[in-house]
């Protein structure tokens, strides 16, 4: 038997295991990132719903504005001033925060 081939059969099984340790490794990482996706997730929803709280309870009209400057949310005080029942507020855009009318 060669040198070369010694070093060979004593490195094929180390090569192996190394590649097995890797994809247990890369699976246990897939696995942690969609658990932290889910919480991410979750946290985001939370913190809607605590925005939607935020701006259904202020006083006066507030509203949300996207970053194009279109409407994005409005508090029930903006629906009452425009009268929803005229298609004020329909003609806002989509109602996310306030209680829907």
């Given amino acids: 038997m060669t040198e070369q081939t010694r070093i060979g059969q ?3 099984p ?3 295991e190394r590649t097995r340790e890797l994809a247990e490794a890369n699976e246990a990482l897939r696995q ?6 889910q919480r991410t997730e979750a946290a985001r929803r939370a ?7 935020i701006v259904a309870s ?3 009209m507030v509203s949300v504005l996207t970053p194009a400057g279109g409407i994005d949310a ?4 903006v629906g009452r001033i425009l009268r929803p029942d005229t ?4 003609a806002m855009g989509d109602q996310r925060y306030g209680s829907s009318r």
């Fill in 32 to 37: 942690e990132l969609v658990v932290e996706r």
């Fill in 14 to 16: 180390l090569v192996a």
């Fill in 58 to 60: 202020m006083p006066g």
């Fill in 87 to 90: 298609g004020g507020i329909a």
């Fill in 10 to 12: 004593q490195r094929d």
């Fill in 74 to 77: 409005v508090n029930d005080e």
């Fill in 47 to 53: 913190n809607d719903l605590d925005a939607r709280v």
